[in-house]
């Protein structure tokens, strides 16, 4: 897998909260629709969440996620920084902890810290 060269995209393009329920509010550009991630710590999934690195290049695992309106074995696995607070990765995966389909950064500065850190994915081919 090689890394894209940066796009740069407008503040507040991308935006995630996170809500009381452990639920993520995701929304990729101002003219989408919100889009609701549902925690997937769920019995049936703990094989595979305990497979996932905790830590990756200075940034910790937050959780896993589904989206329902994508099929059941699709999981969205989100990174944050302490450091960077407005910086965080999603790993996808088809069957958690299995198979990366890809690896996308949204940070507010104009830098790749996995990439300087050489820090490599092996997705699914």
């Given at each position: 897998m090689n890394f894209e060269k940066i796009r740069a995209t407008p503040s507040g393009n991308f935006t995630?909260?996170?809500k009381a329920n452990g639920n993520l509010w995701v929304k990729f550009s101002p003219h989408d629709t919100t889009v609701v991630w549902v925690s997937a710590d769920q019995p049936e999934n703990k094989k595979g969440i305990e497979k996932l690195k905790k830590n990756i290049g200075g940034?910790?695992?937050?959780?896993a996620y589904?989206?329902?309106?994508?099929p059941?074995?699709?999981f969205h696995v989100i990174y944050t920084s302490?450091?960077?607070p407005n910086s965080l990765f999603i790993m996808t995966y088809s069957n958690i902890g299995e198979n990366i389909l890809s690896v996308a950064l949204f940070?507010?500065?104009?830098?790749?810290?996995?990439?300087?850190?050489?820090?490599?994915f092996n997705l699914m081919k």
């Open positions: 995630c909260q996170e940034y910790s695992l937050k959780g589904l989206n329902p309106s994508e059941f074995d699709i302490d450091s960077n940070n507010d500065k104009p830098l790749n810290p996995l990439l300087e850190q050489n820090i490599r």
